[in-house]
């Protein structure tokens, strides 16, 4: 299975060290995209959108600026539009670890229908 992590940074407490949390946390049950973290190409827009695609879930880390980042909306209507499901994960700074706890969850309860 392949999780596309969508976020925004826009939102601070979104930050490269939650992203690595919510990383170590999905990479337990897939292979995960996370673009801060594993984009390394040089067209990177075309890669984000390679890894979109080849998705099987959509992991939306929702925060209170994610309808305001024009890439967040841009992945979501890409999956939308070739069917890939979204799981939203609704994140605020003071509960950070009961999101990873929801992802956990969320994930092993997934399996069932997303083999590895």
């Known amino acids: 299975m392949k999780v596309f ?5 826009r939102d601070s407490f979104i930050s ?5 949390s919510v990383d170590k946390v999905v990479s337990e049950y897939a292979n995960t995209f996370i673009d801060l973290l594993h984009n390394t190409a040089d067209k990177k827009q075309e890669f984000v959108e ?8 959509i992991l939306l880390i929702s925060s209170k600026s ?13 999956a939308r539009n070739v069917g890939i499901p979204i799981v939203d994960i609704p994140v605020i700074e003071d509960e950070l670890l009961n999101s990873l706890l929801e992802i956990n969850r969320v994930l092993s309860s997934k399996l069932i229908s997303y083999p590895k």
């Not at 490269?16 to 690595?20: A, V």
């Not at 390679?50 to 879930?57: M, P, W």
């Open 50 to 57: 390679q890894e979109l695609l080849s998705s099987d879930i």
């Open 66 to 78: 994610t309808s305001l980042s024009p890439w967040v909306i841009w992945e979501l209507k890409q």
């Open 5 to 9: 992590v969508s976020y925004t940074t």
């Open 16 to 20: 490269k060290g939650y992203l690595e």
